[in-house]
Every structure is written in C-alpha cells, then in structure tokens.
Nanobody, 128 residues
Framework: QVQLVESGGGLVQVGGSLRLSCAASGLTFNLYAMAWFRQDPGKEREFVAAVTQSGDTTYYTESAKGRFTIFRDNAKNMVYLQMNSLKPEDTAVYYC?????????????????????WGQGTQVTVSS
C-alpha cells in the first residue's frame, strides 16, 4: 500500500521559512518523479515544484522560482520543499505526489492528472 505523508506545515509570518517533508512508503521511490502541489479552498490544485527520479532536474512554478527549493533523498524515501521568503499568497494546503513518467518535458510535471499517488496534505498559513 502506497503512502505519502506530508509534514512541516504551520503558521509563519511573511518573509519566514518552512521546510515541508514528504515520507513515501510502499513503492520503489526512485522510480517516481516527485512534486509538490498546493490548493486553496474553492480553487484548483496548483503545481508548485517537481523533481525527477534522480533529483538532477527540477521544475518550478514562476511564483516559486528563487524562493522555493525541491530536493529528494532517495536513500530515505523523502522529498522536501524548502520555502523561503514566504508571502500570504503561499497560504494553502500543500500536497506531495508521485509521477511514474520518465521525461524532461515540463508539461508532464505541471498537470495533476499525470500523478498517481497523493498525500493527505499539510496546511501552510502565512500571516501578514
């Protein structure tokens, strides 16, 4: 049984930092690209960042570039999202997800429909 468990969310002030973690089990972790999405109530799930199976290539949404860093530890079956310079618009539930595709085409990483397993999410709230 595949499980993805996110942690590290919380309440932080504008300009602060958080590191989200996602622990994966029940799968061969290094066969999957990993990503972080976020969702506000009443809005569609939004791509934030993705990392390929090897960890060598990353993708970010424009608003995350320069502020967020995604990285993975295949030995620990973990993926992380380091978030710096947080803004109120970063407030959302953050989800990690797995993508079985092996591709360098960005379009396959930004769409939720290409992801087959999802965690339950962790709330991030940025207060001004």
């Amino acid at each position: 049984q595949v499980q993805l468990v996110e942690s590290g969310g919380g309440l932080v002030q504008v300009g602060g930092s958080l590191r989200l973690s996602c622990a994966a089990s029940g799968l061969t972790f290094n066969l999957y690209a990993m990503a972080w999405f976020r969702q506000d109530p009443g809005k569609e799930r939004e791509f934030v960042a993705a990392v390929t199976q090897s960890g060598d290539t990353t993708y970010y949404t424009e608003s995350a570039k320069g502020r967020f860093t995604i990285f993975r530890d295949n030995a620990k079956n973990m993926v992380y999202l380091q978030m710096n310079s947080l803004k109120p618009e970063d407030t959302a539930v953050y989800y990690c997800a797995t993508n079985p595709l092996r591709t360098l085409a960005r379009s396959y990483y930004v769409e939720p429909r290409y992801y087959n397993y999802w965690g339950q999410g962790t709330q991030v709230t940025v207060s001004s």
